[in-house]
């Protein structure tokens, strides 16, 4: 009796423990959506847009600035896309593109308090201290 008992309780422990999964976050599930809207529609910008934005959330900015790049290739006239590969870039200490990103951004969202006060924060790291004041003039 016991040794049934065992058997029992092992295969519902068994059981209950393969359809228990982990921890997923939201960024994991927009990962996984998006590379699921991907496989169907490889064109579909926004999906690279919020993968890239999912990526950035989970400190994973090699792989946002690479979905970015695919999402502006894509549809380059989306400032958000220009803004989210500039916070990967500026987060990688790669504050030339940064600046150029943020510059389209703003060109094409205008007045974003983010985006001045992102590339005011670049241009202090470069040591241009004037266009930061002016961008975090604007951000204000």
């Known amino acids: 009796m016991r040794k049934l008992l065992s058997i029992v309780v092992g295969v519902v422990l ?15 599930a927009a990962i996984q959506q998006s590379t ?26 090699a792989k946002a600035v690479a979905d970015f790049t695919e999402a ?6 989306k400032g958000d896309f220009f803004g989210g ?8 200490g790669q504050n030339d593109l940064a ?5 389209a951004a703003i060109k094409l969202n205008g007045r974003h308090p983010h985006y001045f006060g ?8 470069q040591g241009k201290r004037q266009e930061a004041i002016a ?6």
Not at 72 to 77: E, P, V
């Open 14 to 28: 068994l059981g209950f423990a393969a359809g228990v999964k982990s921890a997923e976050t939201p960024e994991d």
């Open 36 to 61: 699921q809207a991907l496989a169907a529609n490889p064109r579909d910008a926004a999906a690279y847009g919020q993968r890239g934005a999912a990526y950035i959330k989970k400190k994973d900015y």
């Open 72 to 77: 502006i290739k894509l549809n380059d006239q």
């Open 85 to 92: 590969r500039g916070d990967g870039y500026r987060v990688l």
């Open 99 to 103: 600046v150029a990103d943020y510059t």
């Open 118 to 125: 992102m590339r005011g924060n670049c241009y202090m790291a």
């Open 135 to 140: 961008d975090m003039e604007n951000a204000l």
